[in-house]
């Protein structure tokens, strides 16, 4: 059974910094691209980052570049996402995801994922 459990959030000041594990398992990891995806109150699921199924390349929405950092280690079936210069406008809940198909390229578009997580908090407030 496909799983993915999403971990790490939580309350932080703006400024600060907060790592987002995404646990996999039931299948094999290490062949499909990951996902981050994020959803605030009242507003649409927006594309944050993805990585490829052997981390060589990467994407990033224009909000989060150059703050956001999203890896992945094959060996621990996980996928970080290393947030910092966190903002206000960050909070939300975050979500991980696996691309539909094994061994395709990264995507922003959430219609190519078809397993996601329940999602972790993040909340930037002082």
């Known amino acids: 059974q496909v799983q993915l459990e999403e971990s790490g959030g939580g309350l932080v000041q703006p400024g600060g910094s907060l790592r987002l594990s995404c646990a996999a398992s039931?299948?094999?990891?290490?062949?499909?691209?990951m996902g981050w995806f994020r959803q605030a109150p009242g507003k649409e699921r927006e594309f944050v980052a993805t990585?490829?199924?052997?981390?060589?390349?990467?994407y990033y929405a224009d909000s989060v570049k150059g703050r956001f950092t999203i890896s992945r280690d094959n060996a621990k079936n996980t996928v970080y996402l290393q947030m910092n210069s966190l903002k206000p406008e960050d909070t939300a809940v975050y979500y991980c995801?696996?691309?539909?198909?094994?061994?395709?390229?990264?995507?922003?578009?959430?219609?190519?994922?078809?397993?996601w997580g329940r999602g972790t908090q993040v909340t930037v407030s002082s």
């Open positions: 990585i490829s199924w052997n981390g060589g390349s990467t």
């Open positions: 995801a696996r691309r539909m198909a094994v061994g395709v390229g990264t995507s922003s578009d959430p219609r190519h994922y078809n397993y």
């Open positions: 039931g299948w094999a990891f290490s062949n499909y691209a």
